[in-house]
C-alpha cells in the first residue's frame, strides 16, 4: 500500500500488471478505479488517502462503485472550498470593473457546479439504493458534464484583463476541474451500457403528447396556454392592464423553486430590460404574443466592459424554463463584437416560436439539455454557441452581414472532454444564408455539432466547416451531416478532416435526435411543446 502512495504515476503505466501484486481481478479494479479518481490531482498520495479513508465507512469499501461515489462526494466537497474560496477577492482594490464582474461570473458557476454535483450525488446514492430508474444515466452525464465546463467560463471571463487575477482563480480551480473530469471518466466507463428508449406519454385525440401524470385540467391548462394568455399566474403589460409593468418585476415576484409550472403571460410590446432568472427561479414559463409581438431587447456587448456571459439580454438558469410566441434581441451590433440575446443554463428548458436575434455570439447554449422547435435564430459569427446539450427542430437560421473581413459561422459548439454528453443536433431546419457561410467551427477540443436532414441556400460555403486555427481539433471533433440538401447541401467538396463524417447509417443519426441526445423521453412531453423524438 506504501508503495501505491510513493509512486502513483508510475502504476498509472503499470495498471495492467497491478493484479499480479494485489491477486484478484476484484482487487485490481478497485485498485485501478482509485488510482483513476485521483489522476494528475496535485497532491496524489493525500487524495488516495482521503478516498481511502471515506470508503471504510461504506457498506462496500472494495466495490469500484463505491469508489465513484465517494469520488463525486469528494468532488462536491472541493468544488464548495473553492466557490468559499472567492470572498478574498472581494476587498481587493485593485480588481477592476471587468475584473470583478469576472469574479461576480465565477461565484455564480462554482455555485452552478456545486449544484450540480450535489444533484449528481443525489442521483447516485439513488442508484445505489436499487433504483432502477433509467433515465438516471441521462442525468448524471448531464450535469457532470455542465458541472466540468462552468470552470473553463469562470476563467474565459477575464479577457481584457491584465490576467493576474485570473492566474490566482485558474490555481484554485485546477483541482476541482481535474476531480470532476475523473469522476465523468469513472462514470461513463461503469454505465456504457447502450441506450434504452421508452416512452412515458399519452397521445389524445389531436395528436398532442401529455404526460401520463398529467390530469384532464393539466391538460387544459396547456391547450389554453397556447392560445397566448387565456390562462396565466401572473401577468405583465407595459400599459398597467396587468399585474407587472415589467419582466423583471415578475421573475422577482415569483416563487422560488417551484415544483409545478409558474406561467407569467407578457403582453405585446418592446420590453427594454436585461432579465436574469436564477437557478431558485424554477419551472418557469414567458408566454408572450407572438414572435415580434412580444420583444425583450438590451445592448450589453464585450466592448462596454461586460464579460461574454454577462451580455445578455436573458439568461436562464432554473431548471425547467419554458419560453413560447417570443422575441429575445440584443441590439449591439457587429461593431460591438460579443453580444448575447439569450443564454440558457436551465436543465431541461424549451423554446417555441422564439426568434433569438443579435450579431456575434447570439444564442449561448451555456450548459444542460435544451430543446428548440420552429424558432429563428439571426447572426453573424458563432451566433449558435456554448457546451449545452441542445436540439433544434423545425428552426430557421439566418445569417446577417459582417463586419469586412469577418466569416460568418452559425456554430462553435465547446465541448472540452470526450466523455461530455454536450453538442449540437439542427434537424429539419433551414439556413437561409444571405452572406458565404460556414456550418461551424470547433470553440474547443471535442467540439461536436450535426445537421440532420437540414435545407441549406447556395451561399452555405462547399466545404461546409471553418477551421478555427491551424489545425486545432480538426481529429478530435465530431461533425456530421446527414441527408442535407438544397442549393448549398451538396456534400461534394465537403472538408475532408479526420473528424467529419458524412453520415450514412439512420442509426448514426438516431443518436443525436431528441429522444437519444438529450433524454427527450424523460422530460419533452411534460412541456406541452410539439417535437419529435427520432427522425421520423
Not at 31 to 40: D, F, G, N, V
Not at 140 to 167: I, P
Not at 295 to 303: A, S
Request: glycine fraction near 8%; proline fraction near 3%.
Amino acid at each position: 500500500m506504501m508503495f501505491l502512495m510513493a509512486i502513483p504515476k508510475l502504476l498509472l503505466l503499470l495498471l495492467p500488471f497491478i493484479e499480479l501484486v494485489f491477486g484478484g481481478q476484484a482487487e485490481y479494479a478497485l485498485q485501478s478505479t482509485m488510482l483513476r479518481a485521483c489522476h494528475k490531482i496535485q497532491n496524489q498520495s493525500d487524495c488516495l488517502d482521503n478516498l481511502r479513508s471515506k470508503l471504510e465507512s461504506t457498506k462496500n469499501p472494495k466495490d469500484p462503485k463505491s469508489v465513484l461515489a465517494v469520488a463525486m462526494e469528494m468532488t462536491h466537497l472541493e468544488a464548495m472550498r473553492a466557490n468559499n474560496g472567492f470572498s478574498m477577492f472581494e476587498t481587493l482594490s485593485s480588481v477592476d470593473s471587468r475584473e470583478s464582474l469576472a469574479v461576480e461570473d465565477c461565484k455564480e458557476l462554482l455555485d452552478f457546479s456545486v449544484s450540480e454535483l450535489a444533484w449528481s450525488l443525489d442521483t447516485m446514492r439513488k442508484i445505489h439504493a436499487g433504483s432502477k430508474n433509467h433515465h438516471h444515466r441521462g442525468n448524471l452525464k448531464a450535469w457532470l458534464s455542465a458541472a466540468l465546463s462552468n470552470q473553463d467560463t469562470c476563467l474565459e471571463g477575464f479577457e481584457g484583463t491584465d490576467r493576474r487575477v485570473e492566474r490566482v482563480i485558474r490555481g484554485s480551480l485546477a483541482q476541482v476541474t481535474q476531480l470532476i473530469g475523473n469522476v465523468l471518466v469513472l462514470y461513463s466507463q461503469m454505465h456504457s451500457l447502450p441506450f434504452k428508449q421508452t416512452r412515458n406519454d399519452t397521445r389524445d385525440e389531436e395528436g398532442k403528447r401529455y404526460p401520463k401524470w398529467m390530469s384532464e385540467g393539466d391538460k387544459e391548462l396547456f391547450s389554453m396556454s397556447s392560445t397566448r394568455g387565456l390562462y396565466a399566474d401572473s401577468v405583465v403589460a407595459q400599459d398597467g392592464s396587468g399585474h407587472y409593468q415589467s419582466i423583471t418585476e415578475a421573475v422577482n415576484n415569483a416563487p422560488s423553486y417551484s415544483n409545478r409550472r409558474y406561467i407569467i403571460y407578457i403582453k405585446k410590446g418592446v420590453y427594454k430590460e436585461n432579465i436574469d432568472l436564477k437557478k431558485k427561479k424554477t419551472n418557469i414559463m414567458f408566454m408572450g404574443d407572438g414572435i415580434g409581438a412580444t420583444v425583450v431587447t438590451g445592448d450589453r456587448n464585450f466592448l462596454q466592459g461586460w464579460t461574454t456571459f454577462r451580455t445578455a439580454t436573458v439568461a436562464v438558469s432554473g431548471k425547467g424554463f419554458i419560453a413560447r410566441d417570443m422575441t429575445f434581441r440584443n441590439t449591439a451590433g457587429p461593431e460591438n463584437r460579443q453580444a448575447v440575446a439569450l443564454r440558457v443554463d436551465s436543465d431541461q428548458s424549451a423554446f417555441y416560436k422564439c426568434s433569438m436575434e443579435g450579431h456575434q455570439d447570439t444564442l449561448y447554449l451555456h450548459s444542460l439539455r435544451q430543446f428548440y422547435r420552429e424558432c429563428d435564430i439571426y447572426g453573424t459569427i458563432d451566433f449558435i454557441f456554448g457546451n449545452g446539450a441542445a436540439v433544434f427542430q423545425n428552426c430557421r437560421i439566418f445569417t446577417r452581414v459582417p463586419l469586412p473581413l469577418q466569416k460568418v459561422t452559425i456554430t462553435a459548439q465547446g465541448r472540452k472532454d470526450p466523455h461530455q454528453s454536450t453538442g449540437f443536433t439542427i434537424q429539419d431546419s433551414f439556413i437561409y444564408a444571405t452572406q458565404p457561410t460556414y456550418l461551424g467551427r470547433p470553440w474547443k477540443q471535442y467540439s461536436r455539432t450535426v445537421f440532420l436532414n437540414t435545407y441549406m441556400t447556395g451561399l452555405v460555403q462547399p466545404r461546409g466547416w471553418l477551421e478555427w486555427y491551424g489545425d486545432f481539433a480538426l481529429g478530435t471533433l465530431w461533425y456530421g451531416e446527414y441527408k442535407s440538401y438544397g442549393p448549398g447541401g451538396s456534400l461534394i467538396g465537403r472538408v475532408n478532416w479526420p473528424g467529419y463524417h458524412i453520415i450514412q447509417d439512420s442509426n448514426v443519426a438516431k443518436f443525436f435526435t431528441a429522444g437519444n441526445f438529450i433524454d427527450g423521453f424523460a422530460w419533452l412531453p411534460h412541456t406541452g411543446i410539439k417535437f419529435k423524438f427520432g427522425l421520423n
